[in-house]
């Protein structure tokens, strides 16, 4: 079946660790976003990109970093420099342009500082 | 710029009840307007849209209308479902160059429903 897969579900950090999130998508979206939701908030836009080897920062981009060498896959590192990075990290991909631009949402990874 | 209004919650209501959750949206443009839904623990559903004004979107018994002159695109039910206790997010399309999605959120709404 076509969907986004990210992993881990669960992931803990220690104060001063980069960790990597892995978000791989096979629904063939040009489009890739990482969007962070805090516990009874909204969505907030942390990255995007519309194609390989190309993104821009989101709205909350300080503290991540991200990557899309391959169509596929758009990991997320949450760096040492991220003060408050405890949250859920929701990945997700779009259609090309006139195909209604719906955007579609992995099942989500948490993610605990200790 | 763009934003989303969402009524707080938790909204709580007894099986077979009807639902409305209002949104309400400011947008300089001609956005496209999308409820998701969250299960508990999960990522986000997307439970109906509307492209333009005067669109109904409707699924699994929800729907909701674009309403352009009142700004609006409120989700109802008719007869709501344990199965529908989740949050529900409304959401506005904004595009990027290139016509790529950025989708803003309203901070979302609990439901609650009891037998």
């Known amino acids: 079946d076509g969907g986004i897969t990210q992993s881990p579900k669960y992931l803990f950090r220690k104060e001063g660790q980069n960790v990597t999130l892995s978000c791989e998508q096979n629904?063939?979206?040009?489009?890739m976003y990482w969007y962070r939701q805090d516990p009874g908030q909204g969505l907030r836009l942390i990255y995007y990109?519309?194609?390989?080897?190309?993104?821009q920062k989101g709205d909350i981009a300080e503290g991540y970093s991200v990557s899309r060498e391959k169509k596929e896959s758009f990991p997320l590192t949450v760096t040492s420099a991220q003060k408050n990075p405890t949250a859920f990290y929701l990945c997700?991909?779009?259609?090309?342009?006139?195909?209604?631009?719906?955007?579609?949402f992995g099942e989500g990874s948490w993610l605990t500082v200790v | 710029g763009d934003s989303v209004t969402q009524m707080e919650g938790p909204v709580t209501l007894s099986e077979e009840a009807f639902l409305t959750i209002n949104c309400t949206y400011t947008?300089?443009?001609?956005?496209?307007l999308f409820w998701y839904v969250q299960y508990p623990g999960e990522g986000l559903q997307l439970l109906l849209k509307?492209?333009?004004?005067?669109d109904k979107g409707s699924n699994k018994g929800f729907e909701a209308t674009y309403r352009k002159e009142t700004t609006s695109f409120h989700l109802e039910k008719g007869s709501v479902q344990v199965s529908d206790s989740a949050v529900y997010f409304c959401?506005?399309?904004?595009?990027?160059?290139?016509?790529?999605?950025?989708?803003?959120f309203g901070a979302g709404t609990r439901l609650a429903v009891h037998p």
């Open positions: 997700a991909s779009s259609n090309p342009p006139g195909s209604g631009n719906t955007i579609y």
């Open positions: 629904l063939n979206h040009d489009a």
């Open positions: 990109s519309q194609i390989v080897n190309d993104f």
């Open positions: 947008a300089t443009g001609y956005p496209s």
């Open positions: 509307a492209t333009k004004a005067d």
């Open positions: 959401a506005l399309s904004d595009l990027f160059s290139g016509g790529y999605n950025k989708l803003i």
